[in-house]
């Protein structure tokens, strides 16, 4: 089946060359999708120097993977972020994994890109919720058959917890698998504030997710708690 990687984007023009390298070697067996969620950087343009499709939309992240989702063409559809370097070989990983019919969704083990022990605590903590609880989140590239996407109508717009709750219905739906090989995440948002204060703040989003806060007033409270003080 082939395979559209879908990349929503805002401001990512540190990162964004090295994620778009990393995946040209597959072009041609992948279609590669970025939509723009309103960059005020020079995303854009960087994205415009590489053989690949360019979406520019607005609003938050569920619609930048829905409006990319509108457009792929592949069979199967895997929403990558743009610091997150997907394992050599991954449309074959993405190929076998869902092949068992009763597979609804899968996505990668998650390493982090830093050497911290504690990071490598955070690494078992998520193959063990993954794994257990079906919940891989979106760092860990998500993927699936595109008639599955599109019977469940996709990401539910929301302003955070987009990922969260589409995983929710999707392991409903059918066994979510990890595959072999881990992607390589980037560490920056454990730098900000701390990889203990981060965890914290995430596991303080959930619950107040499960509470039934407003997703607009989460992601006004996220943003402000990591936002580092001066």
């Known amino acids: 089946m082939s395979i559209s990687v879908i990349i929503p984007v805002l401001n990512e023009a540190a ?14 067996t992948v279609e590669i999708i970025v939509v723009d969620g309103g960059s005020q950087d020079n995303t854009c343009d960087l994205v415009r120097q590489f053989p690949v499709i360019l979406q520019e939309t607005n609003g938050g992240r ?3 993977m829905n409006q990319g989702a509108a457009i792929a063409s592949g069979e199967i559809l895997l929403f ?6 997907l394992p050599t070989g991954f449309p074959a990983l993405v190929q076998t994994t869902l092949a068992d019919a009763q597979v609804i969704a899968g996505a ?23 794994q257990i609880f079906s919940l891989p989140y979106g760092d860990q590239g998500i993927f699936l058959r595109r008639r599955d996407f599109e019977r469940l109508g996709g990401y539910a717009e929301l302003a955070i917890m987009e990922d969260y709750e589409f995983l929710q219905r999707l392991k409903k739906q059918g066994q979510i698998r990890l595959t072999e090989h881990p992607v390589l995440t980037s560490s920056r948002r454990w730098q ?7 965890t914290w703040i995430n596991q303080k989003v959930i619950l107040g997710y499960h509470l039934g806060v407003d997703a607009e007033v989460l992601r006004q409270w996220y943003q402000r708690q990591m936002t580092p003080s001066t």
């Not at 990558?80 to 370097?85: A, I, K």
């Not at 911290?116 to 993954?130: D, I, N, P, T």
């Not at 900000?192 to 981060?198: A, D, F, Q, S």
């Open 15 to 28: 990162g964004i060359t090295q994620c778009l390298g990393q995946l040209l070697p597959y072009q041609g």
């Open 62 to 64: 569920g619609k930048q």
């Open 80 to 85: 990558l972020h743009s610091d997150t370097q």
């Open 108 to 130: 990668f083990p998650l390493a982090i890109a830093d050497a911290r022990w504690s990071l490598r605590l955070v690494e078992k903590m998520v193959q063990w919720r993954s």
């Open 192 to 198: 900000k504030l701390g990889v203990w204060r981060t």
